[in-house]
């Protein structure tokens, strides 16, 4: 089976550029996160959705950045404008919504370079 | 304060040994507790549940103490394969189902 897929792999990009990374979760999950980890601050999560719905987006940074879910199979986060700072590791993760608790799958990431 | 709180080591052990990790949590209403492995440049997978009667799977022993708010991952006869980063993850008693990760504890083990 096909894990949580993300893409790009790797971006780099310049300041004040608008940057779109994209989400693929595992088919039949309900749940869809969107966490970023640095060295300095860890993993953080930033958004999360339950069937397509945004739950609680209060990790997100700033206004620069938004997610959307169009439907149950793929996911954007968006960054626009770019800034040095939003360089990290941007994971995407999965999981049913059935049960209180659900083990969380994670795709492989995003690493974002913003020069 | 942070949520969750883990010494980041590195953690630098012999193959065969015992090691340790320790994680605090500050919101004692916390449901649901979790260990997750991460190794280099890869992403987070889960590796263990941590119940309130301890638990273990194999070479891996959690550990769950709610009066001291406290959680432990003690690996036995550690392997070079055990290298990588262990992350505590709790999930709040708040109804989220969004979960709080601590920066993680490094773990190096060498021939």
């Known amino acids: 089976d096909a894990g949580v897929i993300q893409s790009p792999r790797h971006e780099v990009t310049e300041m004040g550029q608008e940057v779109t990374l994209r989400c693929k979760p595992i088919s039949g999950h309900n749940s869809l996160f969107w966490y970023r980890q640095t060295m300095m601050r860890g993993l953080e999560l930033l958004i999360y959705?339950?069937?397509?719905?945004?739950?609680?987006d209060s990790g997100m940074p700033e206004d620069r950045f938004s997610a959307k879910m169009p439907n149950a199979s793929f996911s954007t986060l968006k960054i626009q404008p770019s800034e040095p700072r939003d360089s990290a590791v941007y994971f995407c993760?999965?999981?049913?919504?059935?049960?209180?608790?659900?083990?969380?799958?994670f795709g492989p990431g995003t690493r974002l370079t913003v020069l | 304060r942070k949520e969750v709180e883990q010494d980041p080591g590195p953690f630098n052990v012999p193959e065969g040994a015992t090691v340790a990790f320790n994680c605090t949590y500050s919101?004692?209403?916390?449901?649901?507790f979790f260990w997750y492995r991460q190794d280099c440049r890869k992403e987070p997978k889960l590796l263990m549940s941590?119940?309130?009667s301890g638990n273990e799977d194999g070479r891996f022993t959690a550990q769950l103490n709610r009066a001291s708010q406290y959680i432990s991952l003690l690996i036995r006869d550690s392997k070079l394969s055990d290298s990588a980063t262990y992350l505590c993850?709790?999930?709040?008693?708040?109804?989220?189902?969004?979960?709080?990760f601590g920066s993680g504890t490094r773990l190096q083990v060498q021939p």
């Open positions: 959705f339950n069937n397509n719905v945004p739950i609680d």
């Open positions: 919101n004692s209403a916390s449901q649901s």
């Open positions: 993760a999965s999981s049913p919504l059935s049960g209180s608790y659900n083990e969380q799958f």
């Open positions: 993850v709790v999930k709040p008693g708040t109804g989220r189902r969004a979960l709080t």
């Open positions: 941590v119940y309130s």
